[in-house]
């Protein structure tokens, strides 16, 4: 059963091979079994999992249902849902009970999914690593001492350990693709705007996206399906017809096109990652796809520009957290500075507090154009750089991350070294692409790799297409971690 | 020597929206603290903004009202700053790119010593749309302090003047033109108390002819004598203090009504660095000719149109174009009585001024409450008008209309109002009237005329002010001669 995919988990349900509680059940005991080594949920909640559960089985004896209905959903703990702790990976929130439901939220509500638990982050979706959570580590389930990349972490460990069917998760920087491709998992960011923001904690609103978490690209497509679509109440929500994301899945993949950007082979990518990665294009060849050399000039900015813009808007984002209405507030003080000052310094944690300095510096009065104005303009260098590229090719490769997880702890001293993680998936964010990790194998010390697939704007089913008819010709992704009893 | 006061104005007036501007919460004044405030304006986690259209409209209704170039393209800014009332730590609002550029404001100002008004043309520099904070409460907490986020994102326009008023009394007529054309265009309600009109008042002193001398900015001032005052007090201690020999340092002050003084609350040294940016939850604020060709079709005549159009048309002065013109409620109201009473602009324009003012301003009540409608009025004059009833019997209807209301032919009829023009009655009267004070008779005819309106008086009294005054005036003549 836990091997099943989405649709073979849908058919179960509707035939009562299997109940909606059952199922949630099934997927509880795994997670009272093994999160206390994993981590991978800040806050599980059985009674409100198994209410909605109750609830899909109701809808599934007797009116047609959706292909989620009674599937356990993982939310990352990013996304705001009425009545559980929404925490953010942060002692800030760590005792906020959201009042009101996200977008993406609403819209699995909406199909009768089960919300399965909250899952762990770094704090504020800030890190690579999962390792800034206010609530601990997660460990990679192919490895243990590995981290499971981040931020969403615990949505990856999740997915890879069996712990859910299927989970949210938001990129920002890399944040679904990189912990996908460490954890060995299918992940995908859509294009800026085809996911509401409403009820998404925002971390650098301009490149927040949630997208979904998966075992493959077909599962992903029917996620996509629930999650995509306007919102009124997000005005950098697109309008747009609905589509369905899985409509393309089983086209052929003669002719493709595929770009390989040379900056994204150069140095700094490990040699098991590349072997894996040039393993894969070869069997896209197979599959009747070209391959053409492209370049992204200015991609090699773009980790410098991100870490101007994104702490720029996170400065100003997470002003709110001010002890005033909700949240932390330090428990004595001297005066409304003292507060501020208290309860923020006690609440946020060392990365959080790294980047709203760094954003509250470089909006400064004397700095903005040097730093803001100036990063605003290579972020239009760097979204033409791939206008250009997708004149010569369809899709977009290469590997999602430099090397394969590293091991906890490694990075912690050095951030420029943890923010070079997200080297390959920076870019993506800055443009506003869409781009999604599979995984295509496995380095030298046997954990997973991610093969990048970037495309044009709106060509989610296009990507899912293409990854789907590698995932017809191999079985990364249904490889299970050794440690992980399915 | 002469010094020379330099004013700029930033006026902050609330539009009339029934919702918040970026969220759907309600903008009504006064109800229980918190009430009105949504996840949006509470600042909770995760929510956005989304823009209030109708804050948009009132905007380019400004803008056309002043003339003033409506941007194509316009961008929310965060202001980012920390205070308990400001819930998401930072206020969007327009910086580099507001809504309403470069525009223009006619002003009358009132000489202290002729009387009379001479005009002017303040340059307004820009308006642009921003969110008003919530509210401290800073009574009543015992030591602690009160939030109220009823107000939070209540929408604001922020009107910017030039530095081009010369006088307190030139800030005081700019300040109560834009007042009045607010409401005339019905962006806001201008209701000065509840904070729905507060102006920011920039002063500075100079020599005539001099560069501009460094400014110190009045905040909050929500009443015109207040500004009035602020002003003229801020000016007298910024020429004492460089008489002095001291030197004005820039600063935001305080004016303490109470005790008729301003006082620096912080100087530009400790100003904040507010880090303006472009709203990343927003995107930019883009509006097309054919919007603003819309709204256009929906504006109302304004102030100055109407008054150059009484005066051209109409006949009427300066000073009657002037205050029919104040307020839109009653250009209207005159409008609508002029309708009723064509031809009569200058009756309708006295008993406006007079009577109807008159007796609002004993009730204590505005135009928009006058318990005598422009139909009524209008009725009544127009009776005037054709001779068939006196100003004094007029004043008798007028005085019915106003308690009871009714149609004014009615109450003439019922109350036998009529004017007489009976000219044998009238002569009878007058014949009595002669032989009852052959006293006063014997003075007029010896040239003392002044006489003559004691006659006049027992004449209207005799015919119950009926009589037509220029018939009976013309037969008491005709009779004292002898």
């Given at each position: 059963m836990l091997n099943s995919s989405l649709l073979q988990l849908g058919a179960a349900l509707r035939s009562k091979k299997i109940s909606s509680v059952e199922l949630t059940q099934l997927y509880l005991h795994r997670i009272a079994a093994l999160n206390s080594k994993l981590?991978?949920?800040i806050t599980v909640n059985e009674e409100m999992s198994l209410v909605q559960a109750r609830a899909a089985d109701a809808q599934l004896a007797q009116s047609e249902t959706h292909?989620?209905?009674?599937i356990p959903i993982a939310q990352k703990d990013i996304f705001c849902a009425m009545g559980w702790r929404t925490t953010c990976g942060s002692k800030m929130l760590s005792n906020f009970i959201a009042p009101y439901d996200a977008h993406v939220i609403e819209q699995f509500n909406r199909v009768g999914a089960v919300n399965l638990g909250k899952t762990n982050m770094d704090e504020f979706a800030m890190g690579s690593s999962n390792e800034t959570s206010y609530f601990g580590t997660v460990k990679n389930p192919w490895g243990h001492n590995a981290v499971p990349g981040g931020s969403s972490g615990g949505s990856a460990a999740a997915v890879s350990a069996h712990l859910c069917a299927a989970a949210t998760g938001t990129d920002t920087g890399g944040s679904i693709r990189q912990p996908a491709a460490l954890c060995g998992i299918s992940g995908l960011k859509p294009t800026y705007g085809v996911v509401s923001r409403y009820g998404m904690i925002a971390f650098a609103s301009s490149l927040d996206q949630a997208g979904p978490m998966a075992h493959s690209a077909e599962d992903l497509a029917l996620l996509l399906n629930v999650m995509a679509g306007f919102d009124e109440?997000?005005?950098?929500?697109l309008q747009r017809e609905t589509e369905d994301y899985a409509r393309d899945l089983n086209k052929p993949l003669n002719g493709l096109r595929i770009g390989l950007p040379k900056e994204f082979f150069a140095a700094g990518l490990s040699a098991d990652v590349a072997q894996a990665i040039e393993a894969s294009i070869a069997e896209y060849k197979k599959l009747g796809a070209s391959v053409v050399d492209i370049n992204l000039p200015n991609s090699r900015l773009s980790i410098p520009v991100y870490y101007v813009l994104a702490p720029a808007e996170a400065s100003s984002n997470l002003s709110r957290y001010d002890g005033v209405r909700y949240g932390y507030r330090a428990p004595e003080y001297t005066n409304l500075a003292d507060m501020y000052e208290k309860s923020r310094a006690q609440g946020f944690g060392e990365e959080v507090k790294r980047r709203i300095m760094i954003g509250t510096y470089v909006l400064s009065h004397g700095y903005y154009d040097a730093y803001y104005l100036q990063a605003q303009k290579i972020r239009r260098l760097i979204a033409q750089d791939f206008v250009e590229a997708f004149k010569q090719c369809d899709v977009i490769m290469g590997p999602t991350t430099p090397t394969t997880a590293f091991n906890l702890g490694e990075k912690n001293d050095d951030p420029v070294q943890m923010y070079l993680s997200d080297i390959y998936t920076i870019a993506v964010n800055l443009a506003g692409l869409p781009g999604m990790s599979i995984p295509a194998g496995f380095g030298g010390n046997g954990l997973p790799v991610g093969l990048q697939i970037i495309g044009n704007y709106f060509d989610e089913a296009r990507m899912l297409n293409v990854a789907h008819q590698y995932q017809q010709v191999t079985d990364w992704h249904t490889r299970t971690p050794q440690h992980i009893e399915v | 020597m002469q010094w020379e006061i330099v004013i700029g104005l930033e006026v902050h007036a609330q539009l009339s929206t029934s919702s918040k501007i970026f969220s759907g919460a309600s903008t009504a004044f006064g109800a229980e603290p918190n009430t009105q405030a949504c996840a949006v304006d509470l600042a909770l986690p995760g929510v956005l903004p989304v823009l209030n259209r109708g804050a948009v409209e009132r905007a380019i209704r400004f803008g056309l009202a002043v003339g003033a170039h409506i941007a194509q393209r316009s961008v929310f800014s965060r202001k980012n700053y920390f205070y308990p009332d400001l819930p998401k730590g930072y206020q969007i609002s327009q910086f580099d790119l507001p809504i309403i550029g470069q525009g223009s404001l006619t002003i009358q100002v009132p000489t202290t010593t002729t009387g009379q008004t001479y005009k002017k043309v303040v340059r307004l520099t820009r308006a642009h749309l921003e969110e008003d904070a919530g509210k401290s409460l800073h009574e009543d907490f015992h030591g602690m302090t009160g939030i109220d986020l009823n107000r939070a994102g209540t929408p604001l326009l922020e009107i910017v003047s030039e530095p081009d008023m010369r006088s307190a009394a030139e800030a005081v007529s700019y300040a109560k033109m834009l007042h009045t054309l607010v409401r005339w265009i019905g962006i806001c309600d201008g209701n000065m108390q509840e904070g729905s009109f507060r102006c920011d008042a920039n002063v500075s002193v100079r020599r005539p002819g001099a560069e501009l001398g460094t400014r110190r900015e009045i905040k909050n001032l929500n009443s015109f004598r207040f500004l009035q005052q602020a002003i003229e007090y801020e000016a007298q201690w910024q020429i004492d203090t460089l008489e002095n020999g001291g030197t004005i340092h820039q600063a935001t002050v305080l004016f303490d009504s109470d005790k008729g003084e301003t006082r620096a609350m912080r100087s530009k040294e400790d100003a904040n660095d507010y880090r303006y940016f472009p709203d990343p939850d927003l995107l930019p604020l883009a509006i097309d000719n054919e919007w603003i060709e819309q709204v256009r079709g929906t504006l109302p005549e304004l102030p100055l149109s109407k008054q150059a159009r009484y005066i051209a048309d109409l006949g009427l002065s300066v000073y009657d174009a002037d205050t029919l013109t104040s307020s839109r409620e009653m250009a209207d109201f005159f409008e609508a009585t002029l309708n009723e009473a064509p031809k009569e602009a200058k009756l309708c324009a006295n008993w406006l001024m007079g009577d109807v003012s008159a007796s609002l301003n004993r009730e204590d009540r505005d135009i928009t409450q006058c318990p005598i409608s422009p139909q009524q009025l209008g009725g009544m004059l127009k009776r005037i008008a054709d001779g068939t009833i006196s100003n004094f019997a007029a004043k008798e209807v007028f005085k019915i209309l106003w308690s009871n209301g009714g149609n004014p032919d009615t109450i003439i009829e019922t109350k036998g109002l009529k004017q007489m023009s009976d000219v044998g009655a009238m002569e009878a009267m007058v014949d009595e009237i002669i032989t009852a004070n052959p006293v006063q008779v014997a003075e007029y005819r010896c040239g003392k005329e002044k006489v003559f309106g004691f006659f006049v008086g027992l004449a209207m009294k005799a015919s119950k002010g009926k009589a037509n005054p220029a018939q009976m005036n013309e037969i008491l003549k005709r009779k004292l001669a002898g």
């Open positions: 981590n991978a949920y292909a989620l209905t009674g109440r997000d005005s950098t929500s | -």
